[in-house]
């Protein structure tokens, strides 16, 4: 509904106007008058709607900035939440709106899995460095997804597809470190004092992997 608002406040507005024009005007009582009228109107209302439908074909919205990824950006990612504030003002940017929206809830997600495992496991120690090298990657990931959509932003439309394909590889790259950290929290809530240091071993292992697999993608240049 939000992406079609303007087009619609466009499309009322119009009917309004046309409707006090041709009903208070006596415009009607002349034929040729009328004909005009009624031509101009109809041509307003296709150019204001093919307005709206251009910008739509280019993943943008009426009166929304040229670019919601600016110089002045990077330079504010001071803390997560920074992060955070430009993905959210990038969920109005149709190209990669469902990304944007997926990358709040995978940070919202890794929060919840950090807090879990600190209250099921022994704080500090592997646990920590493993958490911070998580939350390390989610913030990256951020970073590589605004850069790409400030490369969509100055794209043609027939070059997002490309572009698309890679702010969803990002995503994936998340999905799996999450999904091995939740393996890391069941391994983990399977056992006592006694035991800790051993078992977990193996779940500690597959996640410190999947973070040094990503980690050499990105230093080969396939995440970049």
């Given amino acids: 509904m939000k992406k079609y ?10 009917a309004a106007v046309g409707a006090v024009v041709f009903t208070s005007t006596g415009i009607l009582d002349n034929a040729a008058a009328a004909v005009l009228a009624i031509v101009a109107f109809m041509t307003a209302m296709c150019a204001g709607n093919y307005f709206f439908v ?11 900035p040229d670019y919601i990824i600016t110089e002045q950006t990077f ?7 920074d992060y955070i504030k430009v993905l959210k003002d990038l969920r109005n940017y149709s190209p990669c709106r469902q ?8 940070w919202e997600l890794f929060k919840k899995k950090s ?8 704080q500090g120690g592997v646990y920590e460095v493993v958490n911070q090298d998580v939350e ?5 990931n951020m ?33 799996k470190i999450l999904s091995d950290y939740t393996n890391l929290l069941i ?29 050499k993608d990105l230093e080969s240049g396939e995440m970049q």
């Fill in 5 to 14: 608002l303007g087009q619609i406040i466009f499309n009322c507005f119009a």
């Fill in 54 to 64: 251009k910008l739509a074909g280019e993943g943008k919205q009426a009166f929304q």
């Fill in 75 to 81: 330079d504010s990612l001071n803390e997560p939440d």
């Fill in 99 to 106: 990304e944007a929206v997926r990358l709040i809830q995978q």
């Fill in 115 to 122: 807090v879990t495992l600190n209250a099921i496991s022994y």
């Fill in 136 to 140: 390390s990657v989610m913030l990256n």
């Fill in 143 to 175: 970073v590589l997804f605004m850069k790409r959509a400030a490369i969509m932003q100055s794209s043609a439309s027939n070059e997002l597809s490309e572009h698309r394909k890679y702010v969803r590889s990002l995503v994936a790259s998340n999905d």
């Fill in 187 to 215: 391994e983990a809530s399977q056992l006592t004092g006694t035991d800790s240091g051993k078992a977990e071993i193996k779940s500690l292992n597959l996640l410190i992997e999947s973070i040094r697999d990503y980690r």
